[in-house]
Structure formats: structure tokens, C-alpha cells
């Protein structure tokens, strides 16, 4: 009885492992493919909304961004 539980528990411990490491690797080449964001898109955001951005302006914009990660 005790037995058969820890086996199941033991199961699950390897299954979570395997599971977080497949995730990962999983997310790791989505992104690599699909980046979150780009100048480009920053661009285009904010001319979007009636703003002609700078360089100087979308940089620093970048710059804040990569900052909340």
C-alpha cells in the first residue's frame, strides 16, 4: 500500500521535471521565432496613435522594456 503511493508520488515528482524542462525548451524556440517586440513594432505602435517616434524616442522605449524582464 505504502509502496504503491510512493511509487505514484515519485511519478509525479519525474512527470513535473520532464514536463518544466519540455516547457522550457518548448518556449525557448517559440520566442526564437516570435520575438515579443522590436523597434519596428514600437514604431508602428506609436505611429498608430498619431506619433511620428524618433529613434532616440523608440530606443529608450527598447531600453524600458528590456528593463521589466
Not at 511509487?7 to 525557448?28: E, N, P, S, T, Y
Not at 521565432?33 to 498608430?48: D, F, R, V, Y
Request: no cysteine; charged share 25%; hydrophobic share 50%.
Amino acid at each position: 500500500m505504502l509502496h504503491d503511493i510512493l511509487l505514484v508520488l515519485l511519478g509525479i515528482v519525474i512527470g513535473a521535471i520532464i514536463g518544466f524542462f519540455v516547457a522550457r525548451i518548448v518556449m525557448k524556440k517559440y520566442l526564437e521565432k516570435n520575438p515579443p517586440i522590436n523597434e519596428k513594432m514600437i514604431e508602428a505602435l506609436m505611429s498608430g496613435m498619431g506619433r511620428k517616434p524618433s529613434q532616440k524616442q523608440v530606443r529608450e522605449l527598447m531600453k524600458q522594456m528590456n528593463k521589466m524582464k
